[in-house]
């Protein structure tokens, strides 16, 4: 049964004339992996805010872990792990050091804290480089240190602000797995801000599309897909040689069919469900050779350029 962690109603906050978050809804469950997903400027940030309790709403509520943000800041930052896009350290301590001081700030014994810190430094690949100065850690080293501080406090919901913003690609891929790994193994929830979407599609289990302070939409990728792409939810991809007009004619008159473009021996089948089967019996039944076929799926890519060519651009 799924366990709301994370609770937004009717959340605004203005600045003066500025409406930055418009009305915001939102529940996100207990140990999934939710994307914040929208362009810079688009409000995230200061969702991020009231939800730490950093920030106070103009109108509505917000919920994090049971507790009212608003009311129980402190009490809150107990239970969520926030990690911004730039991780700030004491430069002159080492990585352990700097996490050992944060665990005394959160009220770990010296043995608590030291047995906690190592563990994670193992976890985040940085054991090697644990009594190495801050200073001299590269982005991703850091941002991987930041992981680990905000782990610290065991906490229940870990927020992250762009959190892969100046990383390798590969250095990305690791954190990304990373973060997968926590949440699948330990169950905790996290909410990751990002404007990626290809970051976003490989590890998050829901999305919400956020421009301009108001959430757009929101599912998982599926969902998503079959809401924006419903006049043609289905597309056969498949490549036939020879693709002659006749068979092109033939796949146009199936039954849920509602077009077919063609690019040389290429075909896109676009279809209102899904006839894969009678597709490509009737492109065998033809005497052509059927060389591909596969059924496309729509990524994020697609579906947030979709949204704003239409409902999003109105």
Request: aromatic share 4%.
């Amino acid at each position: 049964m799924k366990q709301p962690i994370i609770e937004l109603t009717d959340l605004t906050k203005r600045y003066g004339e500025h409406t930055a978050v418009d009305g915001l809804t939102l529940t996100v469950n207990r140990g999934e992996i939710f994307g914040l997903l929208g362009p810079n400027g688009a409000g995230k940030s200061t969702t991020i805010l009231m939800m730490l309790g950093l920030a106070e709403p103009t109108s509505g509520s917000v919920f994090v872990c049971g507790i009212n943000s608003t009311r129980q800041p402190i009490l809150v930052k107990r239970k969520v792990g926030y990690l911004p896009d730039d991780v700030g350290f004491y430069e002159d301590m080492t990585g352990l050091e700097n996490l050992l001081y944060t665990a005394r700030l959160n009220g770990l014994s010296r043995v608590q804290a030291e047995e906690r810190a190592e563990k994670l430094l193992e976890r985040v690949g940085l054991r090697e480089a644990a009594r190495k100065k801050a200073g001299t850690y590269s982005r991703g080293m850091r941002q991987r240190l930041g992981l680990a501080d905000v782990l610290i406090k065991q906490p229940e919901v870990i927020i992250l602000d762009e959190p892969t913003l100046g990383i390798d690609p590969e250095g990305v891929r690791e954190f990304l797995q990373l973060i997968q790994a926590l949440s699948r193994d330990e169950g905790i929830t996290v909410l990751l801000s990002s404007h990626h979407l290809h970051q976003v599609q490989q590890i998050c289990d829901r999305v919400g599309l956020f421009v301009g302070g108001r959430m757009l939409a929101e599912g998982d990728i599926h969902s998503l897909s079959r809401q924006l792409f419903s006049k043609e939810p289905v597309v056969i991809e498949t490549q036939v040689s020879p693709a002659s007009p006749a068979l092109i004619d033939k796949l146009r008159q199936i039954d849920g069919v509602s077009r077919v473009e063609q690019d040389g021996e290429k075909l896109a089948v676009h279809c209102l469900k899904d006839v894969t089967a009678v597709i490509s019996r009737t492109i065998v039944e033809s005497d052509a050779a059927l060389l591909h076929l596969t059924q496309k799926e729509y990524g994020l890519d697609e579906i947030y350029h979709r949204y704003f060519e239409g409902r999003g651009a109105s």
